[in-house]
């Protein structure tokens, strides 16, 4: 029986197995050596990928950052580190660390230009949700970053780095610190650098632990003892950075705590037959509710206020504003009809934004299917193809063609390389981008 289950077990083993499935060592390496420089083509195309998140965090529109992050390059210096640490190569290190800290320089500077010039100066949802991290940013980046690193390391490549680029979002924190900087909103400027940096060290852990698991082979020249004291400097960096978003995430859950016991309170203590509560603030330590109907007496608020501790709510002082101490009920009547205009027209659009939405996803994976049926047939029809990957970018519909290294196609080839893909993909306006 012991034996079964061992040999069960061997069995289980072999779908987690990812040996069989690694990249040649050096490939990767190369690959990811290419992918650190930022001049040239590479620059370019992160400052037009930052003007346009800066774009669509300006007018609030996901679709248009999504496409920014897709066409972002600033995974590269990021995996590298993470890569050359895990392989003790310190020459691609610095050399990763130097561009990561050009690629982000000029990333905040081209959006503090971008928002400095702009008519539009509200900072809307999109932009606000960059300001304030998390755990849960903590754990995106690691996560992502991982299927990243197994994505560059391994031959079943599929759509996944398009995935971690739009999942672990490096480029709206780049954006929204050169809004900051541009509007003098300091808290904004580090909350969105912050969160950049969070992208960065949990990207760069988890390919630094996937290296390792995959077994690539150290190329280290240091010591024991500096190896270790290396291993230990990347262990204070790590905890570091998760202290600020550990104390975030635990005022977050403290907030939504007080908030459900505070409306737990109001809706079991004070509404009853005959009352309305129209509202309910805290200010300081005192819980003031407008309440509108049958009054509520002495006797009642007396027996709410003592009960508040069992809500969390010790040490508050209960203020009701109620019946002819606050409106006429002409008034009341007027700004509840005007409350629930709002509230529908509100529902109406948060309705229409869920079907559009609802169209954009549909579009998205209509793409990402059709890339992956693509990518067995492009290998047969154009040899000198690595990857091909399909999706839409703002309002059209882009295919990225990643050529072999060293290879090239020429004027007919090309030619015929549009025309399959437009008659692949039913889009004769599709761009092609070769890589």
Known sequence: MRIDIKSWLKNIGQYFNLMNDREDEQQVIEQVSAGVVFRGTNLWILIFAILIASLGLNVNSTAVIIGAMLVSPLMGPIIGMGLSVGIGDYDLFRRALKNYAIAALISVLTAAVYFFISPLSEARSELLARTSPSLYDVLIAFCGGAAGVLALTTKSK?????????????MPPLCTAGYGLATAQWSYFLGALYLFFINTVFIALSTFLGVKLLRFHSRSTLSPERAQYGKRAIMV??????????????????KNVFDRELQQFVNRELAQSGT?????????DTLRVVAVGRAINDEELAAAQR???????????LAVIQGADFEDIETLTARLNNMASVADAETRRLGQQVSDLELQLEAYSRYDTLSRHMAGEV??????????AVGRLGDEVVAMVDLKAGRSLGAAERRRLEQWLRARVRNDALQVVLR
């Open 379 to 388: 290998g047969v029809l154009f040899p000198d193809i690595e990857h091909i």
């Open 158 to 170: 599929g759509q996944v780095i398009p995935g971690v680029a739009i999942a672990t979002a490096l």
């Open 237 to 254: 960096v790590v905890i570091v950075t998760m202290i600020p978003a550990a104390v975030m995430t635990i005022n977050i859950i403290q």
């Open 276 to 284: 309305q509560i129209l509202s309910y603030t805290t200010e300081h």
């Open 307 to 317: 009960r508040m501790p069992d809500y969390g709510l010790k040490g508050f002082a």
